[in-house]
Structures are given as C-alpha cells and as structure tokens.
C-alpha cells in the first residue's frame, strides 16, 4: 500500500494489547493488518506500524507476511513501564508514528481493531469536507462481561449509531487529522500523542470538529 510519493492517508497502528501484558498478542495485530490490507478502493496509503521489540515478539514474521507494512522499531520508549498495566507508551508511539508519517491525511487506530473494509476510502472522502480531525464509529465484538463494561466505559460515546456533524470528542483508537492541522498544534503532541490534548489545542485554533 506504501508508494514513493507521498501517499494521500498514512496510518500509524499502534500495539495496544500490551496493556495488560507484557507482551502485545501478535494475533491481533495480524487480523487488524489483514483487514487494513484488505480495503476496498483505497486511495494511496501508507501504514506505520511503531514498536518497542521489549513489549513484543514475533514482528519479524508479521515484517515477511506483510512486507507493504513499514514496522519502525523505535528503540526503548521513555514511558514504557517495563510491565502489563500501563498505556502511556501508546501515546510515545502514536508521535513517533506521526513523526514519520507522509501522507496529507493522517489516521490512528490500535492493534485490536479490525477496520471496515472501506475505512481508507471513507477516511478520505470525508476530509472532503473542512474538518480538522474526523472521529469513527467503535464496535465491540467480544459478547463477555468484562469486555462489554470495559467497552462501554470507554467507548460507550462511539456505538452506533453515531450522529453525524460537529462534536467534542474522538477516540484515538479510531480518528484521522488533515496533517496540516497537526503541524499547526506540533507542540501538542511532541511528549505524547494524548487525544485529548491535541483535540483541545485544535479546538483552541478555532478549525471545525466532527
């Protein structure tokens, strides 16, 4: 999906499944490259793939299963916590993604997602309109007690049906920025990659939400 030129979406996935373990499940991340590699229509795209090799093994198959997929070996994040139970590495890895990212959009999702199979075309489509960052839909596919109360106290907001037009909120699991609008709030994510704050900075420019 990677081109020479500068590609009209990157995606920077980032592993997440280490949240609770130390080590990521490599099985997730396959099914979600599967699924982003597997998109219908796509315009021109880069996915970015960031990583701590600490917090993960088995990278080098998934480097020869998909070889379209740029895995950037960060080296030792700051932030890790050296254990299951921390996610402020997610957000060091979400910048350095960024970092590399070339692409005039710039979309985030995690490793335990498995995107819609026109997510890159609709992406674009709707940076069409003059939006800074554009919020998706989240979808919880595991029916277990634990999975459904973790779901709705993080992602409740995201069900469908969504509405559509302006809001205040977005996941970074799944969000995309016109690039433009992030380098105006650089300074907002050069620690970390927190939605929250770069939404609020983007917000405090005055650009249009949805």
Known sequence: METSQAPELSIVIVIASDTTEPKANLSLLTQCLKGITQ????????????????????????????????????????????????REH?????????????????????????????????????????????????DNSLDRVLNCAVYFCDFGRYQNPVLPGESANASDANVSYK?????????????????????AALMNQGVSWR
Not at 52 to 68: H, M, Q, S, W
Not at 97 to 115: K, Q, S, T, W, Y
Request: net charge negative; with cysteine.
């Open 179 to 199: 690039r433009s609008a992030l380098d105006a709030v650089r300074t907002a994510s050069e620690q970390g990659f927190n939605e929250v704050t770069v939404n």
């Open 39 to 86: 998109q219908q229509e796509a315009p021109s795209t880069e996915v970015i793939v960031p990583y701590d090799p600490r917090t993960v093994d088995g990278i080098d198959d998934l480097r020869t299963k998909f070889a379209e997929i740029t895995f950037l070996d960060v080296g030792h994040l700051k932030t890790w916590s050296g254990g299951g139970g921390g």
């Open 90 to 138: 997610h957000d060091e890895l979400k910048t350095l993604g960024l970092n590399m990212a070339r692409g005039r959009i710039v979309g985030f999702l995690e490793d335990n997602e498995i995107p819609d199979r026109a997510w890159c075309a609709e992406t674009v489509k709707a940076h069409q309109a003059d939006y800074a960052g554009i919020g998706g839909v989240i």
